[in-house]
């Protein structure tokens, strides 16, 4: 079985090489002159007025949150379902079912959670 994973990990140590010497090559040739004005925050063109810290609400967090959620279980949802025959073949139909239910089970709690903390809520 690893034999069909060799592939795949050498494009990823390919990948990791020139991501790797191209950084390497960046820092070793790039410029290091540094000034008050290239470090300073930059934002649109317009410069900073007051505190850079500002507070966030929570309901951003939780779209991501959710978003995240609801992403991961159609990527998660789209390969069982297309196993799902050969699991039935070999007989493992009602576990593959109860795992999949307990996963779905997971997503609606934290489903249930970003409701109730008003996260699907615009103002």
């Known amino acids: 079985m690893f034999e069909q994973f ?10 990791a090489l020139f991501a790797g010497a191209f950084l390497g090559l960046s820092v070793w ?3 290091r002159r540094g000034n008050a004005l290239k470090d300073s925050t930059y934002e649109c063109g317009i410069p900073v007025r007051g505190s ?3 507070r966030f609400f929570v309901r951003f ?18 390969p069982w379902v297309i196993l799902y025959e050969r699991l039935l073949e070999a007989g493992h139909g009602v576990f593959a079912l ?3 239910g307990i996963f779905v089970f997971i997503l609606l709690v934290g489903f249930v959670y970003i ?9």
Do not use: N, R, S, T
């Not at 991501?64 to 159609?74: H, K, N, S, T, V």
């Not at 409701?115 to 103002?123: D, F, N, R, S, V």
């Open 115 to 123: 409701w109730k903390k008003g996260g699907l809520e615009w103002q």
């Open 61 to 78: 967090f939780l779209v991501a949150i959710f978003f995240l959620l609801f992403d991961l279980e159609a990527v998660f949802l789209y």
């Open 6 to 15: 060799i592939p795949v990990l050498m494009v990823l140590a390919v990948a």
């Open 98 to 100: 109860a795992e999949m």
């Open 29 to 31: 040739l790039g410029p």
């Open 52 to 54: 850079i810290q500002i």
